[in-house]
């Protein structure tokens, strides 16, 4: 029923800033969650952030200041402002969504149920 699709992943400089962008199709995208989460080769799949239908938002200790997250409801698309890239966060990136209610385990990814293909993020020393 609903499709992600993630782009905007890239190589880039240590410092540096990137926006993904998971662009959704389907019906009735505001009202899902939709979080971000990421993959290094060797190492399970972690959360970065996740946004609610009504804006509320939640981040990883190790992004919280650096990366925001935000949805686009006219174009049903999310996005993840990445700032101050750091080479730690070399992954794949994911985008993924489920039903919205407040009081699933955001930090779960076996909570969401729509996934994209993923998007690569190269950030380098």
């Known amino acids: 029923q609903v499709q992600l699709v993630e782009s905007g992943g890239g190589l880039v400089e240590a410092g540096a800033s990137l926006r993904l962008s998971c662009a959704a199709s389907?019906?009735?995208?505001?009202?899902?969650?939709m979080g971000w989460f990421r993959q290094a080769p060797g190492k399970e799949r972690e959360f970065v952030a996740t946004?609610?239908?009504?804006?509320?938002?939640r981040y990883a200790e190790s992004v919280k200041g650096r990366f925001a997250i935000s949805r686009d409801y006219a174009k049903n698309t999310g996005y993840l402002q990445m700032n101050t890239l750091k080479p730690e966060d070399t992954a794949v990136y994911y985008c993924?969504?489920?039903?919205?209610?407040?009081?699933?385990?955001?930090?779960?990814?076996?909570?969401?149920?729509?996934w994209g293909q993923g998007t690569q993020v190269t950030v380098s020393s």
């Open positions: 946004i609610w239908s009504d804006g509320r938002t």
């Open positions: 389907g019906r009735t995208f505001s009202n899902y969650a």
């Open positions: 993924a969504s489920r039903i919205d209610y407040y009081g699933f385990s955001y930090a779960n990814a076996n909570e969401y149920s729509y």
